[in-house]
């Protein structure tokens, strides 16, 4: 159950970033998105830099401490799309972190977080993965080192339930 909780909290981080970083202005960004073409398919880059997300994290599972997270950070969006409708996207995220609990008594932590995702999807299969690492310190307190990783996927033969799964490590 404890596992389940870091995982549930980690990836509202990870959606949360992802969010932001499909929403952000392009101010931010290294110019517009303009697909290009190249036999059939339309691919698409999109680059962010110094981009801040605030956010709260909690309850606190076993390995967290519940507060609000400010992070900056770089990334990348790659989407292709071919003439049949299949997609590709992949994405990476990292920066440093600031991660205030709401225990005043609990010191501020600070780290770095680097997310990845990827996806395959076409009118038969499809399948999501991503992966999270975290790092973080504070004065006098223990360290604290998160990994995810989560799986989703659909095969078009129908014969299998889908594939799920979400891992967290403390």
Known sequence: MKLLRVACCLSIFLLALLAFALSTSTTHA???CTPSNGNGAQTCTVNFHD???VFPIGPPPACLISGTITQTFNGVIHITINKAGDVWDTGTMTGPFVLVPDDPTIPTYTGHATSWFGDSINNQNMVSHFTLNAHATAPNAPAIDFHEVGHFSISASGTN???IFDYATC
Do not use: A, E, N, Y
């Open 30 to 32: 290294q110019g517009p």
């Open 51 to 53: 981009d801040v997300q």
């Open 161 to 163: 339930p889908p594939l």
